[in-house]
């Protein structure tokens, strides 16, 4: 668990990452690095921006699914709204780390499943049901409104996007350089209830939270 607000992590949580940044080399070259990367201060202060616009829109409730497209590691969202909601399921390309986070630092986690493979894939699971899709690595990926699956949801959900104009950085294949840019990227019926741009020491994040209706 990790409660960004009051400054806390679970200590069980601090000893999976040591252990897992420990036991990185078993999984794959680099694995430590990228752990150590997925809590940085950039990482960090985008998604203490997200989480905190999601509280105070009141989306989730105990009820509540959440789906993660490109979730990586899952280090920072996956403690901070475990205990929020009733599921969240992760999905990303990279095996090794879905592996990290499956049998490593979420491990104990009952409402976590984690899924490898690729989010716009017909293969992937519809989440009909889900409240809330999150997607904070939007360049990595095609445009939003490309995911095939919106027209099936079975009521009204909300996103959470974020993207970035780091255009120079490996694997960023979808980058934007505006709010504007990036609201071109949203699917058919979205209604955005929160824009803002976030500083990172790279350059600039940009995030869209709303509503798609059904």
Not at 28 to 34: E, L, R
Not at 70 to 89: D, E, M, R
Not at 143 to 166: G, I, V
Request: aromatic share 10%; net charge negative.
């Amino acid at each position: 668990m990790i409660d960004l607000k009051n400054n806390i992590i679970d200590l069980d949580l601090f000893k999976r990452v040591i252990r897992a940044i420990k036991n990185s080399k078993e999984v794959g070259p680099n694995v430590g690095a990228d752990i150590i990367d997925s809590f940085s201060n950039n990482q960090f202060a985008s998604k203490i921006k997200l989480l905190d616009r999601i509280d105070r829109l009141d989306i989730l409730d105990s009820d509540s699914e959440v789906v993660i497209f490109g979730c990586w590691f899952g280090s920072i969202l996956i403690p901070a709204l475990s205990n929020k909601v009733k599921k969240i399921t992760g999905i990303d390309l990279d095996e090794m780390a879905i592996k990290v986070a499956k049998y490593g630092l979420f491990l104990n986690y009952k409402n976590v499943f984690f899924t490898t493979g690729d989010v716009f894939s017909e293969d992937q699971e519809r989440h009909r049901d889900a409240k809330l899709f999150i997607n904070t690595s939007c360049e990595h990926m095609p445009p939003m409104k490309e995911w095939p699956f919106w027209a099936e949801l079975n009521a009204d959900a909300y996103f959470a996007f974020q993207s970035n104009n780091m255009d120079w950085i490996e694997g960023h294949v979808n980058c934007v350089h505006s709010l504007e840019e990036f609201k071109n990227q949203l699917p058919e019926n979205s209604e955005v209830l929160v824009e803002e741009e976030i500083d990172d020491s790279r350059g600039t994040r940009y995030m869209l939270i709303g509503k798609i209706h059904r």
